[in-house]
Structures are given as C-alpha cells and as structure tokens.
C-alpha cells in the first residue's frame, strides 16, 4: 500500500510565500505523474498543478507565474513553491500521485492534506 503524506502548510501573510512537500511511501514500483489540488470551504476540489516523471508541467491559470511545482523523483517527493499568496489561495492542499504499485498495477493516491490560510 501507498501513504502520501503532505507538509509545510499554515499561515502566511498577504505577498507571502510557502512551500509545500509530499512525500509518497510504500510500495512503489514506479511514480507516474504527481500534483497538487486545494479545496477551500463550501469549493469543489481543483486542480493546481501536476508534473510529469519527466518534469513537464501544467498550471491552473489562477496560479500561473506565481507557484512552481518539482519534484525528487529520488526521495518520491512533489513539492509546491508558493510565491505572491493572497486570500483567494487559503485553502486545503492535497497532494496526488499516479504511480504503478507493480508491472501491471496503476493506482491514483492521495494526502489527507495541509491547509494553507493567507491572512494578516
């Protein structure tokens, strides 16, 4: 079984920056793509980002130019680099990842999440 576990979450004031990490563990035969989603209260879950194995990356537009999602494929680790936070991203993070538990076997994980409040 596969546990990804996320960290680095809580407050930050307006203009701000924080950096998020989750780690996956486990079985892991290979990890596909990984990525980062928030849902704030009373919100649908949506995407922000997600990056290949190979490090190709995709942006909600509400984000792009402001974070910057990599990855260590050696520690199983997806981070998120927050820059430029205002109020409208306080939210919980959650953190997924695509990854092959086998040869044969593909299944979708997620973190329990962090939560993220920009507040002064």
């Known amino acids: 079984q596969v546990q990804l576990v996320e960290s680095g979450g809580g407050l930050v004031q307006p203009g701000g920056s924080q950096r998020l990490s989750c780690t996956a563990s486990?079985?892991?035969?290979?990890?596909?793509?990984m990525g980062w989603y928030r849902q704030a209260p009373g919100s649908q879950r949506e995407l922000v980002a997600t990056?290949?194995?190979?490090?190709?990356?995709n942006y909600a537009r509400s984000v792009k130019g402001r974070f910057t999602i990599s990855r260590d494929n050696a520690k199983n680790t997806v981070y998120l680099q927050m820059d430029s936070l205002n109020p409208e991203d306080t939210a919980d993070y959650y953190c997924?990842?695509?990854?092959?538990?086998?040869?044969?076997?593909?299944?979708?994980?997620w973190g329990q999440g962090t939560q993220v409040t920009v507040s002064v």
């Open positions: 997924n990842a695509n990854l092959w538990t086998s040869r044969a076997t593909m299944v979708v994980n």
């Open positions: 486990g079985r892991i035969f290979r990890i596909s793509a």
């Open positions: 990056i290949t194995e190979d490090g190709g990356t």
